[in-house]
């Protein structure tokens, strides 16, 4: 007889035997029969508000399913992001809630987005991960708007470049991959081996807590003033600038101050809490701030703008 895992008695081997067995014949059916998924995520939201255990074998299944989808590449799911219809990586944090608990990713910030941009616009997001917002703006400002993703992570790059193929927006959606930051050069790029996210400065990142840093690669930086100095057809078009680089946040406005200057009119949407170094330079610079997210907490995203030059801020703190 094998020996069991420390602590684990046969009982519970038992019942993750079985549990495991469960998830993988539902993983296999879905993967075999997408037109199930559906029932599949009805029945499981009804069994995981009623019972923790029936919720964790709902979770498994989905884990065995989302496998199997990577190895297929059929990762892709229709979800409607603020009354708009985008094609989601649902084996994403930005979409895996929405899709099988019907809980969309940041909703605040994605209805903002929308309050603000319009066709024609240009929208800069800043530390785009795997290109959700990216995505989403794109829908947003049309063929004659314009949208770039920021984006240093080798795995992020490829997973934002295949979420702007998927919706039809290469037209639309620019990539850089490089970090923004105060000055240009080469930075240490920490990667999460259970994730896609990174940060030049784990010790600043939120997400220190939660995830471990555990690798590093060398990464091209840019500011944004040299990047737009280049583009400089984009500067009369900037409607908002999102900020989302796990705790380098300072880093990016240093390197964009004629940016602020050139587009005053600009929204800033930036993650960090109210009090942080990116906060005060941007409240000194003249920027009132808005907390979006409903959840508690002084993290979160925050809405920057001047209300001398873009109108009046929906609520500031």
């Known amino acids: 007889m094998s020996a069991l895992p420390p602590g684990e008695s046969h009982l519970t081997g038992a019942l993750r035997a079985i549990r495991a067995a469960n998830s993988r014949a539902a993983g296999r059916t879905l993967a075999a029969m997408p037109a199930l998924e559906p029932a599949f995520i009805a029945a499981g939201q009804w069994l995981a508000r009623r019972s923790r255990v029936l919720g964790t074998l709902y979770w498994f299944a989905q884990e065995d399913l989302l496998r199997r989808l990577q190895r297929s590449g059929r990762r892709f799911r229709t979800l409607r992001v603020a009354g708009i219809d985008l094609f989601v990586d649902i084996d994403s944090g930005s979409g895996r809630m929405h899709y099988f608990y019907d809980e969309p990713y940041e909703p605040e910030l994605s209805d903002m987005i929308r309050r603000l941009l319009r066709p024609g616009d240009v929208f800069l997001d800043v530390g785009a991960n795997i290109g959700f917002f990216s995505v989403f703006a794109g829908r947003l400002v ?20 295949a979420a702007i193929a998927v919706n039809d927006l290469t037209a639309v959606v620019e990539v850089v991959d490089a970090a923004l930051a105060a000055e240009s050069g080469t930075v240490r790029l920490f990667l999460s081996s259970d994730s896609v996210l990174s940060t030049t400065d784990p010790e600043r990142s939120p997400a220190r807590d939660h995830f471990t840093f555990d690798r ?3 990464v091209r930086r840019i500011t944004l003033d040299e990047w737009l100095a280049q583009r400089q057809d984009l500067l009369p078009r900037i409607r908002a600038i999102k900020i989302d680089v796990e705790g380098t946040e300072l880093d990016v406005l240093e390197g964009m101050r004629n940016t602020m200057a050139s587009c005053g009119a600009a929204a800033i949407l930036c993650e960090t809490e109210a009090g942080s170094a990116a906060d005060r330079f941007l409240r000194d610079a003249g920027y009132q701030a808005s907390y979006l997210d409903a959840r508690l907490g002084v993290f979160g995203n925050y809405l920057y703008q001047r209300p001398d030059e873009s109108g009046p801020v929906p609520a500031t703190i």
Do not use: M
Not at 142 to 161: K, Q
């Open 216 to 218: 590093a690669i060398e």
């Open 142 to 161: 049309g063929a004659s708007g314009h949208v770039v993703a920021f984006e240093p992570h080798p795995d992020a790059l490829e997973r934002c470049r």
